[in-house]
């Protein structure tokens, strides 16, 4: 049975605060700090658990090899280059899934096939070094041709991050979906991520029906104010979109195209008064995963952030306590991921798949965590000051303690 799986990206060995990615300011403002990949690894798995816990499915992908050898090799790294440059061989920014493909369900596409498309994450050479690896880890957890097409990234005169902009709105999971593809449009202070043809693209190769296919704006404010992603304004479940007033460069023509796509859509929208874009992007209340629970009620698992920022907790506690369709507020820790702009929702692939037919070495169950946890715990270094990256002793560790996780998963083919 087609079912909602949530693949979170296991929290790498060499997370680092290198301060990479312009625009995201949680990355500006914590570069140079300690980070600590074995507690951020650790507070990754918890949130794993907890969704298993609510009856979810939920799978993973393992890190990237890091230090990338192919980055440093393509940088001709040898200890003369740019700091900033050597650290984005190291970056564990794999660990945001949401940016790691676009996932079109089957009953979406015309072949009746899961399709998946790399992102190439051009924006960012930090990022731009995962997607071989990624289409390499998705060509094995999707491999069975009869349901899954995995392909590579679109060429990258045009920038695709992904899941992260790109919402799926519908009855219920396994029926047919309305996606919605959101775009920036460049000339802002800060760099707009997805571009549309890169958008359109994948639509045309994922097979998708025009009819029931969106290309929306994101709100060129909206990317200013610091969401460099569509999933730090909006989210989207089922029949129910949850966003802030000024997600969309135009908010009417985009709910009014949503309502005709799909009836039975429900929009819940955040007005500006209650919660500015600032409290959006400081407390990522929109960075939550909009779940549906086994017995059909809707949660919204969100940053502790949000559930603690005064005027956004306040607006939960409203919505709660009034009639919507999203019942339940769950926080959960992820501080670590969070300090380099990644919540809840980053931390996770969507795809839509009957269980059975996805490679069981990428599913979670409580003994597979409780094994995944041993790894970490005697594994993930403790910390990692950004001066430490490009040591030997460090790199050494980063690297065994990677293979002994794949070990661990029977993975060894992604060493
Ligand atoms: O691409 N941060 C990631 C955060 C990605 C969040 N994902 C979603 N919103 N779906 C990014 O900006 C920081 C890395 C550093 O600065 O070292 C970083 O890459």
Redesign the pocket.
């Not at 991050?161 to 992260?164: D, I, K, L, T």
């Given at each position: 049975m087609l079912n909602e799986i949530n693949f979170d990206g296991i929290i790498g060995p060499s997370h680092?605060?290198?301060?990479?990615?312009l625009?995201?300011l949680?990355?500006?403002g914590?570069?140079g700090e300690t980070s600590y990949p074995r507690a951020a690894a650790l507070q990754g798995l918890a949130k794993m658990r907890h969704n298993l816990a609510l009856g979810l499915n939920q799978g993973f992908f393992v890190p990237l090899p890091r230090p990338n050898p192919v980055f440093l090799h393509a940088i001709a790294a040898d200890g003369r280059e740019d700091p900033r440059l050597h650290?984005?061989a190291w970056?564990?920014?794999s660990m945001?899934t949401?940016?790691a493909a676009t996932v079109s369900p089957a009953p979406d596409t015309t072949d009746g096939r899961c399709h998946l498309t790399a992102a190439n994450?051009v924006t960012?050479p930090?990022?731009a070094q995962e997607w071989p690896d990624t289409a390499r880890q998705l060509r094995i957890a999707f491999a069975d041709p009869a349901h899954f097409a995995v392909h590579d990234a679109v060429p990258p005169s045009f920038g695709d991050?992904?899941?992260?902009n790109h919402m799926r709105m519908c009855a219920i999971h396994g029926a047919a979906g309305l996606e919605i593809f959101v775009y920036g449009t460049p000339g802002g202070a800060f760099p707009a991520?997805q571009n549309e043809q890169a958008s359109r693209l994948v639509a045309r190769r994922h097979g998708l029906d025009p009819a029931r296919t969106l290309f929306v704006e994101q709100n060129p404010a909206a990317i200013a104010a610091g969401a460099?992603?569509n999933?730090?304004v909006a989210v989207a479940n089922e029949r129910v979109l949850f966003a802030h007033e000024q997600a969309f460069a135009d908010p009417a023509a985009t709910y009014a195209a949503i309502r005709a796509a799909l009836p039975e859509a429900e929009i819940v929208i955040v007005p500006a008064e209650a919660v500015s874009l600032e409290d959006a992007r400081a407390s990522y209340l929109f960075?939550a995963q909009l779940v549906t629970l086994p017995g059909g009620e809707m949660a919204l698992v969100v940053p502790t952030e949000a559930a603690q920022h005064p005027r956004v907790g306040s607006w939960l506690e409203g919505m709660l306590a009034s009639n919507g369709p999203i019942r339940r507020v769950l926080p959960v820790d992820v501080r670590q991921?969070m300090a380099?702009?990644?919540?809840p929702?980053?931390?996770r692939l969507r795809v839509v798949a009957d269980p059975a037919t996805v490679d069981p070495r990428f599913l979670l169950n409580a003994a597979k965590a409780g094994r995944i946890e041993r790894v970490i715990a005697s594994l993930w270094p403790e910390s990692i000051q950004p001066r430490d990256l490009g040591s030997a002793d460090l790199m050494s560790c980063v690297i065994s303690a990677r293979t002994a996780l794949l070990q661990e998963l029977e993975l060894l083919e992604l060493v």
């Open positions: 680092n605060y290198a301060g990479l990615s625009g995201n949680a990355s500006a914590h570069a650290a984005a970056s564990a920014s945001w949401a940016n994450l960012m930090h990022r991050e992904g899941a992260a991520r460099f992603h999933d730090v960075n991921s380099n702009g990644g919540g929702a980053c931390l």
